[in-house]
């Protein structure tokens, strides 16, 4: 394996350039310019996001979302509140998102605390998504063993008998969290490896912005 790895080539570019003197005074006005490069770029999935957490035996977890708004409080996702994730946020409410535009050499991270939207929002979020994520998540038995593919079906087949004779059915502790970071480090990927590192740290004042070495 060592030598299939080793062949595979990574950074080779070109990339585009980046002038940190160029750059905003605020992250979520850079992050909005990369996001919106990635799109433009093609690139599948752009929105996707690994979100970590600390579990309740202090070992982080980490996995991937999409993005599901960004806005002045922050980068929006939703999930199950009474899954794994719900859970490990209600106990540590601090976590970190990576987003990783291969294409284009770029990563973002971010480190915050994950906080709920209001309710209304909750649930806009919900019935706004596709009626077989709804029927999933009505089931509530996120990450929970499953003893047969049967059950599954079954389980499915009622929440979905349940969102035609009530449409507007919200699950029971549906979550949306938004991350409001307090560090954010963009990446600029070179294939010499002069990578160009931007971190935005939250102070009273405002923003500061550092380079940092590659």
Do not use: C
């Not at 929105?47 to 806005?71: C, F, Y």
């Amino acid at each position: 394996m060592r030598e299939e790895l080793r062949a595979l080539k990574s950074l080779a570019g070109p990339f585009p350039s980046f002038e940190a003197d160029l750059t905003p005074g605020e992250p979520r006005d850079l992050f909005s310019v990369w996001l919106r490069d990635a799109i433009e770029a093609g690139i599948k999935e752009p929105h996707a996001m690994v979100l970590s957490t600390i579990d309740e035996n202090g070992v982080p977890d980490a996995r991937v979302l999409i993005l599901k708004n960004l806005d002045r409080r922050g980068w929006h996702f939703a999930t199950t509140g009474g899954g794994p994730k719900g859970r490990q946020i209600a106990a540590n409410p601090s976590v970190a998102l990576t987003f990783y535009w291969p294409q284009l050499g770029r990563q973002v991270r971010l480190r915050g605390m994950a906080l709920q939207a209001e309710a209304h929002e909750r649930y806009a979020d919900f019935r706004e998504r596709a009626p077989g994520a709804r029927a999933v998540a009505l089931t509530g038995r996120q990450s929970e063993v499953l003893g047969s593919p049967q059950d599954l079906e079954d389980a499915l087949a009622l929440q979905n008998r349940r969102l035609r004779e009530e449409p507007d059915l919200v699950a029971a502790g549906w979550a949306l969290f938004i991350v409001m970071p307090h560090e954010v480090e963009f990446w600029q990927g070179d294939s010499e490896r002069r990578h160009h590192r931007l971190r935005y740290r939250r102070e009273r004042a405002g923003w500061l912005k550092e380079r940092l070495w590659p």
